[in-house]
């Protein structure tokens, strides 16, 4: 089983590309190689392939990046599934995975994030949880948006070592982190990795 994270940036025209396009390319980069595990296209549109287990977690990385800009955010859908045929270019590849995604991306509507996997019973939690998730992560500030980063991409580190990361008190990472809702949206994150691979 693969995850597909179908995505596009918010408000991307208010902004040059050359402002988010870096950052955006440098957190996909993460993940894999271009063009064969990811690829941007039509100018603010991307795909990225990767393993089910973290996909959410990827998924909130990547808007943790695109939130340090204000005017701008990103609108995710998650596809798992099967990867049928392997190209050297992810958006030539195909399969139940690719399927899933372009169709929980069309279906978005006013939520930036949701999960379109082979079961609607594991769908409609993981979808409820990452309703409420949400709802938290589309008021990140660019502060509570740096933090949140940095602390995905320092898993082991406590928030003595994120602050001196940061360059900031310890006190201003645990405010950014608590009203990021980080805590309870790690537990989601933690939900989903036991039971995704049992679908």
């Known amino acids: 089983m693969r995850a597909i994270i179908t995505g596009d940036i918010i408000n991307s025209r208010r902004e040059k590309s050359d402002v988010w396009l870096p950052s955006l390319k440098k957190v996909l980069?993460?993940?894999g190689s271009e063009p064969k595990e990811?690829?941007?296209f039509r100018g603010d549109s991307f795909q990225l392939s990767i393993s089910p287990e973290?996909?959410?977690l990827v998924s909130l990385h990547i808007k943790s990046v695109v939130k340090q800009n204000k005017s701008l955010d990103v609108r995710m859908a998650i596809g798992l599934g099967e990867e049928k045929y392997s190209s050297e270019k992810i958006t030539e590849a195909n399969g139940s995975a690719y399927v899933n995604s372009g169709e929980c991306f069309d279906s978005l509507k006013k939520h930036t994030l949701a999960l379109k996997s082979p079961s609607k019973k594991f769908d409609s939690t993981i979808n409820v949880m990452l309703t409420?998730?949400?709802?938290?992560a589309n008021n990140w500030s660019s502060t509570v948006s740096e933090v949140i980063k940095t602390a995905i991409e320092n898993p082991k580190m406590n928030q003595k070592e994120l602050a001196d990361i940061l360059n900031k008190s310890q006190s201003s990472v645990s405010e950014a982190l608590k009203r990021g809702g980080f805590e309870?949206?790690?537990s989601m994150n933690d939900y989903y990795t036991e039971n995704v691979l049992e679908i």
Request: charged share 20%; net charge negative.
């Open 38 to 40: 990811w690829e941007i």
């Open 132 to 136: 409420l998730s949400i709802l938290t």
């Open 184 to 186: 309870e949206i790690m």
């Open 29 to 31: 980069n993460q993940y």
């Open 54 to 56: 973290k996909a959410i």
